[in-house]
DNA sequence: CCTAAATGTCTATTGATCTAGACAACTATA
DNA sequence: TATAGTTGTCTAGATCAATAGACATTTAGG
């Protein structure tokens, strides 16, 4: 394949606008690290040939880009890659979440949105062991890493065995801690189950994505070191942002 | 909330049409299960007013689906609902692909797409551990279930230990069963990386998406009992189809 | 200090998407 | 066998997405 007069297709008439495919595809390049060498994305007309369309259409993906804060154009000179990293994520038996991200992330942040009491209903119920309608408390909690939102999370945790979750958490700022608190010093990963879907309104404004955005959704259960689960999560992670790691 | 007037948000001016993002939204129903009580969707005016669109929009968005084979339009009784399966894919220390599908899909397909022998490079010698230019066989498969595509996968095998890979794999269909012709008789899986992305045109066309679609890009290491990487494959699932689950 | 190369802005036109309304055709049921 | 509820089809207009071309503005480099 020559290098110069690859045609990156897009598709017309799929209810997904050609500059919102071109810019998807711009932003995948980047995050691969294509265009490393020149640390800038092609020139807009060049960019106009490889994909087949006019260069207003490319000029709207960019423009999408920009916003988004992945790249900037400068006038005389090209647009420059502001950003590229995607964060890993790794699961493992003892995933912890500050943990993995330590050193790909200067600042990690972790606010609480609100809680609840709610009672255990099926699939949550049957992850965490419990007979329906036990008390549970419910978490939403969204993290970031240098100021961009990476994961928005629901989390369960049997509310006879930490009872005082919400408050512990607003004050720690880590389950890892709060557990730590309620006596329980180690835990880990039982399963987690992944599917990736669109992102609905919620979380375009929780994760602060642009619309047609993908989320990684994982039902993590974390168990205690005899096995009793002691936390359902629901997690959904900005997918352009992230990437999961398995290690098994 | 109340049941009925609840108003799903749709965006408009995102470059993705409103039919299709109420497509994805109603295909994300069907899985969860909603309208499991009816077995079909709700009426094209009673979408419309959730939405808050037109009628004819909503039109659009069951005609794609349609189009998936997912659902039914039928004159006079409304849209009966076709499919909402999605397969569970297992990732363990013993992934095998066909094995953890057994029980979900009647019949498991595996095609063979080509092979090539190619020097090793940058990522993929770093994960089997081997020098650079060293050579690999390349397989590039699509398997299915049930007729459905359900993942496409590139992968690469040193071809020193397994240089009738190709041949082979065309003859039994299986990686683990070419692995065993090979003498080597137990594998593991040593890591796992997961991306979410829009499908690219070679994804939706192997894979039989409609555009607009997400992928599960998997690049999996497998080893044999002594730690030396036999298999680096690139796996891409079709994201609504398929559940990933890995157990810890 | 030119000039080439790049982004920025404007106008005009075409095709796709969305809205609006009306009515036909079909199904189930009272 | 009406009737209510549903999907199917058609027309017309409004808005968004994409193309096309021209030219301005800025930057880097010879």
Known sequence: MAKTAVRKTVERQTGVALWRQIADRIRLAISNGDYDTTGMVPPETALAQ???????TVRSALAALADEGLVRAVQGRGTLIERK???????????RF???????V???GSRLLGHDQVPASGEIATA???APGALLVELHTVSSGDGRPLSAAVSYFPADRFPRMAEEYARLGSVTKVFSAHGLDDYVRASTEIVARHADAEELALLELSPGAIVLEAHAVNADLEGRPVEFSRTRFAADRMKLRIET
Chains 1, 2 share one sequence.
């Open 98 to 104: 500050s943990q993995g991200l330590g050193r790909q």
């Open 85 to 95: 990293e995607r964060v890993t994520y790794q699961i493992s038996r003892r995933t």
């Open 128 to 130: 965490l062991g419990l």
């Open 50 to 56: 490889e994909f087949g369309v006019n260069r207003h």
């Open 106 to 108: 200067k600042e990690i």
